[in-house]
């Protein structure tokens, strides 16, 4: 069992021998008029990414809040594994979630998120983006499937931070939304 764990922590170590880690905070805001009044939605992530010769892995602490005929509260966590590729000057990425919340309303839910990147340089300091992103539960409680569509800029504000701002198109449960999507890092 120790040689395991021996062979476990080289393997790591190896593989983050040039690793970077990215303090991040996201925010997204999505309105949508469901016939009886306004929905809104807010999702918050504060939390860390770890660059390594393997992909990037996150981790992050999740809130959210929906106000609907009602208020649901959630607090939870998310983990990620995110790994792409060039093709010219279009950066592609892809990235696998998981994440856990504890709903108000219907307790601990679980679920998955797929999503897909594109995003090319303007500027120097400026990049558009444009998104794709895939959520669904992995028990009864959890909502049905959320698709969420992003394009925006990402700017470079100094050598270690960046923004991201940008527009958002959502649709949980036959409910469309628009809204903001956001995001500030700080990289080590």
Do not use: C, W
């Amino acid at each position: 069992m120790k040689k395991l764990a021996l062979a476990a922590t080289l393997a790591i170590a190896a593989t983050t021998a040039s690793a970077g880690v990215t303090a991040f905070a996201t925010l997204d805001y999505d309105n949508a008029n469901a016939g009886q009044g306004l929905n809104s939605a807010y999702e918050g992530v504060v939390g860390a990414a770890l660059d390594t010769k393997l992909g990037t892995f996150d981790a992050g602490v999740v809130g959210r809040r929906v106000k609907a005929a009602g208020a649901d509260e959630s607090l939870g966590f998310e983990v990620g594994y995110t790994n792409g590729l060039k093709l010219g000057a279009v950066g592609i990425k892809g990235r696998a979630a998981y994440g856990r919340v504890n709903q108000v309303a219907t307790g601990n839910t679980a679920y998955y998120s797929l999503a897909a990147e594109a995003g090319l340089p303007l500027t120097s300091n400026v990049s558009a983006f444009v998104g794709y992103r895939h959520r669904n539960g992995l028990n009864a409680e959890t909502a049905a499937a959320a698709n969420r569509y992003t394009a925006g800029v990402d700017v470079t504000l100094a050598k270690n931070i960046g923004v991201r701002v940008g527009y958002a198109h959502s649709r949980v449960q036959g409910v469309t939304s628009n809204g903001l999507t956001s995001a500030v890092s700080y990289k080590f």
